[in-house]
């Protein structure tokens, strides 16, 4: 059994896949931990400073239409 190339081989290619399962399993559930803190995030933001925000944005969107105009 052990003599056999076939299962180092398949030993092998197990490994190297249940490694890059394990990366990609770790990697989503970071993720998924990241967008359960942003989404917990945002429904503590108030009206006011999402106005604030809101007229930022048009006041650098003007700026910057002004300056293509030139």
Request: no cysteine.
């Amino acid at each position: 059994m052990f003599t056999k190339t076939d299962f180092w081989i398949g030993l092998a290619v197990g490994v190297v896949a249940g490694a890059f399962g394990y990366k990609f399993m770790q990697n989503r559930a970071a993720q998924q931990a990241q967008q359960a803190v942003v989404g917990e995030g945002q429904a503590e933001v108030s009206m006011a400073e999402l106005v604030r925000q809101k007229e930022e944005l048009e006041d650098m969107i003007a700026a910057q239409q002004a300056q293509a105009a030139k």
